[in-house]
């Protein structure tokens, strides 16, 4: 059972009160279900029910605790404190209802399924979800919202078994909020129910297209294994399977050679041609498949734009003098010559001082282009998230030659954390510091024109690129006394100098910051606020067990809609 009584959970309960108290008033027929406390106290209970549940998800990530309370509450509070007049009330009210029923269905869901063993418990899980489908109907909710609940079970069970060992149920339930939210987005585009600026069009049908590639590429290769009669999932995470793992290059047939009742047959006879034609052909297949999804998003694009994407691009890139292309070439630059000064030689304690090398190249990279010209930012971060994404899913198929030269960089630098599936710590570090700037850009009219919108486009630089590694260097090299609490049983290992240094960078950051904008000259009472915002997010990276590089940075997004 995940203990309740952790810091964590006292400082999420400590963001519920502010959030509801802090939120305006919203104007009479808002919309249902109401705003208020009912959905997120919804959302509390079943989170939190999930939590003390005796049972954890066979495939959710070893050595950390379940994180559904603090990874269930960061989505719909961001919503709920959204300024409605920068978005409007409709699309508020629309990515509100998503993000609280996501939550709370798949909390029911992990209830039912497998988070308590009472047949009671889970009865009244399933009377739970049948209620709340009932007040759905009885507000006359959309339509959209049923799919979109039933799709988010959907790609946290996903999440869960394709990739394996790769999230906490937090962490999966996080995601899925996130596809939901992107395919509720997407749907109003093709519908013609929001009219999205070009760059927008981009990002968002890019980035989408990126996850249908992931998508397509990830389930080929689970129907292969199927078909070679290997077991659906690779997740018996032993010692010798996680070494595997990470030196292997991708997941590792489980108990290899041997099922539950003897040697494992090929199914030589039913197993498609191009499966045992050899590598070659098999990388040409998982080739043309990505191609084909390439194609269908660009061709998506062009649709929606009237133009060809990559015309459009160029014209964006050369406009106005070219500032954008001159950034391409300054990443180039800091690329080309920072990887090569990366450390590739450390003990085994110095593998996560090491890894924040890679938060400094993201300083260098984002800053300049976050002060100068944060809407190519928004663009340059869905770009790399897509590259990622795609490139990740190869990865995991085991298409060679990529695989085994993408792993052998990335085992380098590989934690507990990443000895699943999925190797996903570039991915959150790049997530991390791109969701306050894509939030800006759609939340604030895709730009900063207040020391509230610079200091939340600034929430992921400042926490993860900047303050994350601060307390890491420093709480390695001078942290002796560690903070008392307890992460998932265990004494935590944080320590409060590393938290002291967190704190301190980030307020450093933000007050340049401010001043190089002009907006240094706010009011005492928000300064105040901004301090207590940055001791939150200090206090959560030192009480959660989860990945912080997602889940800090929207928080605090959270706490800074407080100011």
Known sequence: MDTLATAECGLTLALYAASLAAAPDAPAGWGTPPPGTRPLLAVLLATWAAQAAPGRDR??????????LASGAVLPLLVYGLPAEDVGWRAKEAGFRVAW?????VALFHLAHCGARRVAVRAAAVAAAGGLVIFLHRYRADRQLYLLSCLCVGVYVACMRCLAGSFTEGEALLMSQLASLLLYAVYHYATGGFEP????????????????IGTAVLGMHAAERWWRGAPPAPHEEDAEHAQDQRDGGGPQLR????GADGPIQEKKDRAPAWLMAGEAKRTAVYAAATAAGAAGTFGAMAHLLN?????WLANYTLAKRGLALRFVVYYCVVLAVGLPLSPTRFSAGARTVARKYFHLLALLMFIPTLMLKVRFLALAFSVAFAVFVVVESLRIAQVAPLARAVTSVMATYTDEKDLGTAVLTHIYLLLGCSSPVWYIFIAHHGGIFSAKSLLTAMAGVAVTGLGDACASVVGTRYGGVKWPWRIAGRPCRKSIAGSCAMFASMAALQYFALYAYGFQALSQASWVKLLCANVFVTLMEAATDQVDNLLLPLMHIVTLQLI
């Open 197 to 212: 600026s070009q760059l927008r069009t981009v990002m968002v049908v890019g980035v989408f297209g990126a996850l249908c």
């Open 59 to 68: 495939d959710a990530r070893r050595g950390a605790g379940s994180g559904w």
């Open 101 to 105: 029923l996501s939550a709370v269905l």
């Open 307 to 311: 133009e060809n994407p990559f015309v």
């Open 255 to 258: 108990r290899r050679g041997r």
